[in-house]
């Protein structure tokens, strides 16, 4: 069954610290992994998309990684703002054409 | 802004109506496709369609239809409404219909099943 499963579930950590939210998946056939932002509320905004071949993708203070061999992926926060408070959704696109199967998201919240 | 638009923002119906919830793409996207987030299953691939054609079908109930017109809007028909229908509907565009591109969501809208 293609499943995206992510941890965990919510963190809280303190403005300026780094943390890294986890993304492991059973999709296949492997197309791309995303991740997104979204604030409460409001769309998911794309933070960043790798396909097979990719190991590391930056956009910013965001740092993903994807392991295809052991189908795990991570998305690093480098010294958090207050404004990172949102939920980051993994989203895994295969099993079939265009068809993204997503995460239940990690619930980040920082404090001053 | 991510360039594309939903209407309404929310709407509040009661069980067994029909409800049309309207996406605008991106100026030149061609690709819309249709999401429903609830609280319990988080965000759900509904359907996409391609300059006007339909191209890969989610989790889309029988009772839900969809589609896109010559101008690249679409609309998302949702019919004989239940109280689990409650939910953020949310479309995205893409410029064109690879599993690379990036969607843009709009801000979704919100619909509440009394």
């Known amino acids: 069954k293609n499943q995206v499963e992510q941890s965990p579930q919510s963190l809280i950590i303190l403005e300026g610290k780094n943390c890294t939210l986890q993304c492991n998946y059973t999709v296949s056939p492997f197309s791309n992994l995303r991740w997104y932002k979204q604030d409460t509320g409001r769309g998911p905004v794309s933070l960043t998309i790798?396909?097979?071949?990719?190991n590391t993708k930056s956009n910013g203070r965001y740092t993903a990684t994807l392991d295809a061999d052991t189908k795990q992926s991570s998305l690093h926060i480098t010294a958090s703002q207050l404004s990172d408070s949102a939920s980051y959704i993994c989203?895994?696109?295969?099993?079939?054409?265009?068809?993204?199967?997503f995460g239940a998201g990690t619930r980040l919240a920082v404090h001053p | 802004d991510s360039g594309v638009t939903q209407t309404p923002k929310h709407l509040i119906t009661a069980t067994g109506q029909r409800v049309t919830l309207r996406c605008s793409p991106r100026s030149g996207d061609l690709s819309v496709y249709w999401y429903q987030q609830s609280l319990d299953q988080g965000l759900q691939f509904l359907i996409h369609?391609?300059?006007?054609?339909?191209?890969a079908k989610g989790n889309i109930l029988e009772r839900f239809s969809a589609q896109q017109f010559p101008d690249l809007h679409s609309e998302l028909n949702l019919s004989s409404l239940e109280l689990g229908d409650s939910a953020l509907y949310f479309c995205a565009s893409s410029g064109l219909a690879g599993t690379r591109e990036t969607q843009y969501f709009g801000p979704g809208t919100r619909l509440l099943v009394l």
């Open positions: 790798m396909t097979f071949s990719e």
């Open positions: 369609y391609y300059n006007g054609e339909e191209r």
């Open positions: 989203v895994v696109s295969g099993g079939g054409y265009n068809k993204l199967i």
